[in-house]
């Protein structure tokens, strides 16, 4: 129970807690885009990449079309996971999860 | 070390500033490495306060060009300058500033926004970064 505590209270700002134990906690980050176009989606992306641990998820939801195709091209380069890719909204939104 | 970006910015126009950031920033998020050499009118943008105060390249018209594109800039919710320069930094691009501009236009580093300025060089400085990129631009 008290890990669910911490780990709602270190997200975001510290995506990863490391216990005592030696358990790490992966947490989720969910980046909103919406209605924002070049270069914010790939930029706030990778802002969150860079503050997330390596095993956590990072959620980004966006509108902007090319953005949705080149997400997931850096992730590629970067050699990072991306788990999915969702369109929603019929097809005005989508929403990548990317495993750093 | 990794895949890099090296941009010479000689221009000053507003839109040619954003070309810029814009690249930078796209290289930084796509996992490459950036920097942006500012020289000449570039430079100017440097200047405490000054950075998206640059005429538009073309159709600027005394201003009412620049108004116009402005205004629709904002309907597209595109990101103003100040915010790509953070993200920039943020990001860990660099910034070098060119020294015989700072000479030539009679500039002192206390005019220009210090906190942003990696470094200060010449044409080596350039060459040196731009040596092992695999992408650079002169705007």
Redesign the interface.
Known sequence: MNLRKGRRQNCCQYPSVSLTLGVRIMTEMEIDVRGQTCPVPLVECRKALKKASPGDLVIVKGTHPASRKEIPMACEAMGLTVLGIEDKEGGKEWEIKIRR | MGEKTVIILHSGDMDKVYSAL?IA??A????MEASIYFTFWGLMRLKKGELDKGPLSKMNMLGFGRQMIKQRMNK????SLER?MN?FK??GGKIIACEMTMEIMGLSKEELRTDWIDEWGAVGSYIQEARDANVTLFI
């Not at chain 2, 930084?28 to 996992?31: I, P, R, T």
């Not at chain 2, 597209?76 to 990101?79: G, I, K, P, T």
């Open positions: 814009i920033n796209g930084l998020a796509m996992g597209a919710n595109v990101a790509l993200d943020e990001l």
